[in-house]
């Protein structure tokens, strides 16, 4: 077997400072290079997932197409290498404990002392060889989330220590760090990257290479103060300066020779890295001036990460149909209060989408925007749950079902008529917790409809992330009217794609397509419904 080799990315300063697009951009570099890659993510808190977190403190939940519910970083893993990920490239403090703890309870260590080194460690760096060698790469990228110096952190540094002892040159070691501009003197200070460094020197760990985060430009001089008293070489300090599209940021890194560093570290040999057709796409992006703007209608609008892939996958679609993407944020609350204010947001935008969501709060509004949309023609793209609350507001609306509603929003069972109700395949598993749909599956389209018209194609494999699905008990009082099922899981017949036809585009799909958008290939959903949007 081929000896992968690991470059791990750290923080230090504060958090948010893009670690996840340090990693990405490094792993977009050496996939130019012919390599194969793939990024894993070490997360320091002690849930077990993401899966129960809410999306107001940790933005939105990423499925992988195996049904694993992980942090956002690996949504911006994807986009950036466009390589499907594994569950096992996701790990928490809390999964590791959990295992070594019913591990205890199994009385696999025999009674002996359970501690954090070396039972835990153990465990974290089996993850990162079990990642590396499933997803059978060249170089794994492995970000430690959270900063150097928490608490939480330590147990994955340590495993950084351990490692780059065990494999030495074919491990790198990356630190992402922050100069801080001083408005009062004028000046970026250095001094909190040379005591994040300091911090990680007292862990073991000496950096290969140094990302400094600023606002604004960067002089060189403060890049050599920082080689010097971080003691690292001059071409290893980085600039990690804001720039207009986080797609630039790996153009910035290769202009910097960041790929030459690793090849050079790592003895890989002269590679060329081709970055050409990301430069051309991020240039088409950067060109375009014209704007369209695009109602979300969501219910956690207080954070935009919370609906991180749906806007990345709303931008480039928009940037294809040379468009910038302007989200007027749609509070459904307001709209279901009849706030007039938001009425002429909705009223404002040239399409609308409605993306994924538990829970009843706000879905009035929402069944309102769907309305809306119906009725003046408005482009409208559905996601999960915003086609079950297409089918509603037809049902409510046009059929003549007053009480049409969900089983999800009827918790006291007051309505007969639940369109939506609880997947039945899921209810015999619903008493061990297993209630959620997740991951893959496949998709059988209706040729002649607006689905087939954007993928071009009868089959296809989306993600998935509910627990709620059409009802096909009241599909005869759908048939013969406008809403049409596009879509259906060729083996259980669950209903995946809806679509209203007498409409320039309201199509709708229970899977969510925005986790497979790619920034220079836009979702054939994304793609038809800007289209639409646009015209």
């Not at 300090?237 to 050079?264: C, H, M, W």
Request: hydrophobic fraction near 40%; proline fraction near 4%; aromatic fraction near 8%.
């Amino acid at each position: 077997m081929k000896q992968p080799k690991f470059i791990f990315v750290t923080g230090g300063v504060c958090s948010s400072l893009g670690k996840g697009i340090v990693a990405s951009s490094t792993a977009a570099i050496l996939k130019s290079g012919g390599l194969k890659v793939a990024i894993m993510k070490l997360d320091p808190y002690l849930n077990v997932d993401p899966g129960t977190m809410s999306p107001f403190q940790h933005g939105e939940v990423f499925v992988l197409d195996d049904g694993s519910e992980t942090d956002l970083d690996l949504g911006h893993y994807e986009r950036f290498i466009d390589v499907p990920l594994s569950g096992v490239c996701t790990v928490t403090t809390g999964r590791v404990y959990s295992e070594v703890l019913a591990e205890e309870r199994d009385g696999k260590y025999l009674g002996g002392t359970i501690q954090v080194v070396p039972h835990i460690t153990t465990k974290i760096k089996d993850k990162v060889k079990l990642a590396a060698k499933k997803m059978d790469v060249d170089v794994l990228v492995v970000e430690i989330g959270g900063t150097v110096g928490d608490i939480e952190a330590e147990p994955f540094l340590e495993v950084l220590r351990q490692m780059k002892n065990e494999f030495g040159n074919n491990l790198l070691s990356f630190h992402t760090t922050l100069l801080p501009y001083l408005a009062a003197s004028k000046e970026l200070k250095t001094k909190p990257t040379q005591l994040s460094v300091r911090e990680l020197r007292r862990v073991g760990i000496t950096p290969d290479v140094i990302f400094c985060r600023a606002d604004v430009k960067i002089p060189k001089a403060l890049l050599k103060k920082v080689a010097y008293f971080c003691d690292v070489p001059n071409e290893c300090v980085i600039p990690a300066e804001t720039v207009r599209s986080i797609y630039e940021v790996p153009l910035r890194f290769q202009k910097n020779n960041l790929g030459d560093i690793i090849a050079d570290k790592f003895e890989l040999g002269d590679i060329k890295f081709d970055l050409e057709d990301w430069e051309a796409g991020v240039q088409k992006m950067l060109r375009v001036k014209s704007e369209i703007k695009i109602g979300l209608a969501g219910k956690y609008n207080e954070l935009d990460d919370a609906y991180l892939s749906v806007i990345e996958a709303a931008k480039a679609a928009g940037f294809h149909h040379g468009k910038r993407v302007q989200v007027e944020w749609i509070d459904t609350e307001k709209i279901e209060a009849k706030d007039e204010e938001e009425w002429t947001r909705l009223r404002e935008v040239a399409g609308v989408i409605v993306p994924g969501g538990f829970g009843n709060r706000g879905t009035e509004g929402k069944i309102a925007v769907a309305q809306y949309a119906r009725e003046n023609k408005v482009p409208y793209l559905g996601l999960c749950l915003g086609s079950q609350i297409m089918a509603i507001e037809f049902a409510r609306n046009v059929l003549g079902i007053a009480d049409a509603t969900s089983e999800e929003f009827d918790e006291e069972n007051k309505s007969k008529n639940h369109v939506v109700h609880f997947i039945p395949e899921q209810r015999d598993i619903r008493k061990k917790g297993g209630t959620m749909r997740l991951g893959a599956y496949d998709c059988k389209i209706e040729k002649g409809t607006k689905a087939y018209e954007a993928y071009g194609t009868d089959q296809i494999s989306e993600r998935h992330r509910h627990r709620y699905e059409f009802n096909d008990a009241f599909l005869p009082k759908f048939e013969g009217s406008d809403f049409q099922i596009s879509g259906r899981h060729p083996k259980t017949n669950l209903v995946e794609i809806v679509e209203i036809k007498d409409h320039p585009f309201m199509v709708a799909s229970q899977f969510h397509p925005e986790f497979l958008s790619r920034p220079l290939r836009p979702h054939p959903l994304f793609r038809a419904f800007m289209e639409a949007s646009v015209n």
